[in-house]
């Protein structure tokens, strides 16, 4: 297993550089980050060339990509370009900005795993009861539903939640924003309240997305593993039902369901981007957008790598799952 | 398959189930018509009554957004009238805050979306099989360059790269399909990679490669016509992924841009007003929903119809 593992990340290496040079060819050829302050009246054409000389853009690409892999390498992933503001360390943006969306999507995929997990076992036990059509129901519609509006709807009705209980004399619970900086602040009662508000539509608009997929397979997967001649067997041989479902048919239907894990990863993440500009979180999701905006190369590739790093763990750790819930696989 | 069906001898029961007559060789015996693959798929999906359902809904969705202007011929560019007024005779949807008319939007914005998100079904589609189909038949090398390369598309969200790329070429609705369809190839081509590894290993291949046929002729014409239903039913769930994905691109800004539109930039434009002109943001979320409903809805269907084994456990 653990050689397994290492094999594993040493694969991605060349992966993740490869990925590094495509991703920087596609940054630096998207546009140019000095075009706005070009535009500017006033700028004079010796400034523009001291800042491309200051920022290394002068350079052939081929030279930049290698200077900017070797300062990467060491820690030094750059500085953002944005204009107007001091110079920001994309290391410090990148990592800050992750820790917002991960608190977020790894609540999300949780308590997404969780319910759906549960929901598609309910549902597949009593199939065609009045739970299997709600629940199918009700992964079919949210399956086709636009992130987007969810939150949005989520928001909307967020904000009307939270008029009514101020109008009954409470404080105002759910929070439309990005947390505060700095963390709660109060007393324990206080930064559980403000914690929960902050956090549970958000989660839930992510949840609900990933939730649908979760149960949809999770359903399907345990109906098949209901259906097989060794779920018969163990029921012929007298073993009680709530055993044959737990030890038999669920261990085996949560197989296949390890792998949506891995897939989910790419998706999660561009519904975290999704919610946070709905709730105008400051999280990855709004970093990508300002970065894309401004044509900001160091935080574009610092953001992609982080990324991307994510994505290649996120699909070991699914794999070392599927290893270990089914023995007949193999990881070598 | 025979190319001409042998003739009804039993015009009793004309439609009623087949039966099939073990045996018996001569035409004089035969009880039923010969019937193609494909007939009798067709027959299986008409009697799928959701899956029918769902496909005179996105018809009707396709035809409200290609035939609607021969209906209403307001401009999209037009911003004479005033911004936000309320439903009335001369705009049945209002007008949104730069005084366009919400119909013509609509309309415009569920064509667009539609366009987009066929062009990038079909397009994945044929580069997902390609690329499938090349690396399970012909192993090896190839099948590690394009499995490494699938591996490596996959670690970044597509919506990102999509994002930059619309950045840098153009928010035309045709620039932000391509971008898409590059970014939405790599499930399909796993999954008929697997497909193709499979079927490779049967005899009919084995005997048309004995027979000298080349790669291409044994790739469309025995590989791909038997992954039929598995391309089908994938190419239609692409279309409901496409549209999500182009209405969140165009959420942030970062997909089709003025004086394109598409269902995604007039909820982008409008979410706003979601409780006091309710109906701006309600209209494009329930066309987006319905095409992403009903063609998950025919996936299922078709999956139902090219492979009847599997009705039992619906998903």
Known sequence: MIRYIIRRVLISIPILLIGSVLAFFMVAGAGNPLAELKAKPGTTPQQIADLEASLGLDQPIIVRYWRWLLDFLQGDWGQSIALGQAKVEVFDSVMRALWITARLVVGAEILAIVLGVTVGVIAAVRQYSIFDYLATSAAFL???????????????????????????????????????????????????????????????????????????????????????????????????????????????????????????????FSGAIITEAVFGWRGMGALLVSSIRTFDPYMLMGWLMVTAALVITFNLVADVMYGILDPRIRLA | MPSDPSPVLNPATPGGPVRTTVGATGSEFDTTKARKQSTLIIKRFLRHRLAMASLVVFLLIAAFGFLGPLFWTVSIEDTSSRGYLPPSAEHPLGTIQTGKDMLAQLIVGTRLSLAISLVVAIGSTVVGVVMGTLAGYLRGVVDSAISRFVDLMLIIPQIAVAAILVRALSGSWYVVALILAAFAWMQTARITRGETLSLSQREYIEAARAAGAKTRWIIFRHLVPNMVGTITVNTTLAVATAVLSEAALSFIGLGVQSPDTSLGLIINENYSQITNRPWLFWGPFVIIVLISLAVNFIGDGLRDAFDPRQTKVRS
């Not at chain 1, 559980?192 to 839930?204: A, D």
């Not at chain 1, 990933?210 to 397979?217: K, V």
Request: charged share 15%.
């Open chain 1, 142 to 268: 949210m399956f086709s539903m636009p992130i987007v509006c969810v939150a949005i709807i989520l928001k909307t009705y967020g904000i009307q939640f939270n008029n009514v209980l101020q109008d009954l004399g409470f404080d105002r619970w759910l929070s439309t924003v990005s947390p505060a900086e700095g963390g709660f602040q109060g007393s324990f009662g206080e930064v559980v309240f403000q914690y929960t508000g902050t956090y549970l539509l958000p989660t839930l608009s992510l949840t609900l997305i990933s939730f649908a997929a979760y149960s949809r397979f999770q359903r399907a997967s345990m109906l098949e593993t209901l259906n097989s001649d060794y779920v018969r067997t163990a029921r012929a041989k007298g073993i009680s039902q709530r055993r044959v479902i737990f030890r038999h048919a669920f261990r085996n239907a949560l197989i296949p369901v390890s792998t949506l894990f891995s897939l989910n990863a790419a998706v999660l």
